[in-house]
């Protein structure tokens, strides 16, 4: 899962929606249901199995699996050899975006003592002059996040780095605030524990001196240090980007109409710092799986089912948003999409069993929230409620590559175990677990390991995945009014599946997403 860069509020939070006594999917929800047969066929212990081959991939590739590396290149071969051995024809769909390359990153005490800190440039931030800015570091006394328009009276920061905490304001707020005092860079360290704060001004141009952030232990004891006498620092950040490219893998059923398509994705690519065995080889072997598994039950469902293994999008969800570029091009083809399911995290060893909030019953959506979301929604809660599972809302926030579709007006909701944020006593209670640790203490880290999936959460996320795919296949009449079988799937020739794009330009250039 991306940390930054998307175009909406990125929150992590989730609040208890609904309870129950955990019960037997077939008891609970009738053992001869087609969603429950369909469900029982997509085995946790194959999508282990598909979890092994990643895991087993990373060590062979520098103990990872990001975007333009040979991991990311045996990722996709192992999901295009699955699907081929399945009876699909897969697709690359390639795309071009810039990378971030970072040139320096320091941030250091030059009096009265010598330290050094971990730093990181924000986005859209300028970068430093050619050997960093080395001024006074001050605090302010009226408001230490620097959000009220007096922070800075007295012109306490002109010439000088302000130094402010997270919250109550956006960075942006925080940074144009501190440069209309005369500062010559900010920073900003965070309100949560053990995490270096990575944050976005959202856009170019807003202030003209640079701005990066710290972990919280670093700026409290700044703050304190200032507080006690002048403290001296030199802000040294800077870079530039790259021109790359890279590729979805893209696949869909053989039955089912073409006007009417329902889509799963699930991002294939992981950080540098690890294997991504959960962020995000569990969605993707869920719907590898899955689509393994409905390929097999050579079942005549109404609509098309597709499949996307999404690239990059650790590094801006740019795999994702170049798709729906692509689509928006071709009139049409967007419309075509009934719904779109996003899977990325669902094997958290501190779980919760998360729901994408699309009617907006526990949290405000950042965003218009396309019509029919509720109704996708409604097909996964339903599921849960039906099998006694408990689950949560989790905000329908954007953070993940549904928010190319949701800004585009298609209908979309998914599930997620939990990343960052940090466990409650109520989610315990729920589904047991550790309070005040976060739902993934190895998030984007060496540790995420197939040792990190929790397989009991895989388990349950994985027949609901498979329960509602199947359940979509067959009808999307509550999402988009579509019911029945159309004029069926003739093959190639039809819609925008594998072989299907031979009127597409070969490569999308995208602006860098903020």
Not at 69 to 86: F, I, N, Q
Not at 200 to 210: N, R
Request: aromatic fraction near 6%.
């Amino acid at each position: 899962m991306a940390p930054r860069r998307t175009l909406v509020a990125l929150v992590s939070s989730v609040t208890i929606v609904a309870a129950g006594a955990l019960a037997s999917p077939a008891a609970a929800h009738g053992r001869g249901t087609p969603e429950e047969k369909f469900a029982q066929k997509v085995t946790t212990r194959n999508v282990l199995g598909h979890l092994e081959a990643l895991q087993k991939i990373a060590d062979q590739n520098g103990g990872n699996r990001a975007a333009l590396t040979p991991g990311y290149e045996a990722s996709a071969r192992y999901v295009e050899r699955t699907l081929k051995k399945a009876g699909y024809r897969t697709e690359r769909d390639p795309f071009t975006f810039e990378v971030e390359e970072v040139d320096t990153a320091t941030f250091t005490q030059n009096a009265p003592s010598a330290a050094s800190y971990d730093v990181d440039q924000m986005a859209f931030s300028p970068n430093s002059p050619t050997g960093g800015v080395t001024q006074e570091l001050v605090t302010s006394g009226v408001d230490p996040l620097g959000c009220a328009a007096g922070s800075w009276a007295g012109g306490t920061v002109a010439g000088k780095i302000a130094l402010v905490g997270r919250g109550t304001c956006s960075f942006a707020i925080k940074a144009t605030t501190a440069a209309a005092a005369g500062a010559v860079g900010v920073v900003v360290y965070n309100n949560v524990a053990d995490v270096q704060l990575n944050g976005t001004l959202g856009a170019e141009g807003l202030v003209a001196i640079p701005v990066a952030g710290i972990k919280q232990a670093d700026g409290q004891a700044l703050a304190a240090a200032v507080a006690a006498g002048p403290v001296n620092v030199t802000l040294d950040v800077s870079l530039h980007f790259n021109t790359e490219e890279s590729f979805n893998v893209i696949a869909e059923t053989r039955q089912g109409r073409d006007d009417n398509v329902v889509m799963l994705g699930a991002h294939l690519d992981g950080v540098e710092e690890g294997p991504g065995i959960n962020d995000n080889g569990t969605g993707s072997a869920a719907i590898l799986e899955v689509a393994v598994q409905l390929a097999k039950s050579h079942t005549r469902h109404h609509n098309t089912v597709r499949f996307a293994w999404w690239g990059a999008e650790e590094l801006g969800l740019e795999g994702s948003a170049a798709y729906v570029a692509e689509l928006k091009e071709q009139p049409g083809e967007l419309e075509r999409i009934a719904t779109y399911l996003n899977y990325d995290m669902v094997g958290s060893p501190n779980f919760i069993i998360g729901v994408y909030d699309a009617d907006e019953s526990t949290y405000p959506a950042p965003v218009v929230v396309p019509e029919g979301s509720e109704a996708t929604e409604d097909v996964l809660t339903e599921w849960f409620d039906a099998t006694g599972q408990p689950w949560v809302d989790t905000q329908f926030s954007g953070r993940s590559d549904y928010q190319a579709f949701i800004l585009n007006g298609v209908p979309a909701s998914g599930l997620f175990t939990g990343a960052d944020g940090s466990k409650t006593a109520a989610e315990v209670a729920l589904f047991g677990g550790t309070v005040g640790i976060p739902y993934d203490p190895n998030y984007h880290q060496a540790g995420d390991t197939l040792s990190n999936v929790n397989r009991d959460a895989l388990g349950i996320m994985t027949k609901a995945i498979a329960a509602s795919t199947y359940s979509l296949a067959w009808d999307t009449e509550a999402i988009n009014g579509v019911t029945g079988p159309g004029d069926g799937h003739t093959g190639p020739g039809h819609g925008h599946g594998p072989g299907k794009h031979g009127d597409l330009p070969d490569r999308v250039t995208l602006d860098r997403a903020s």
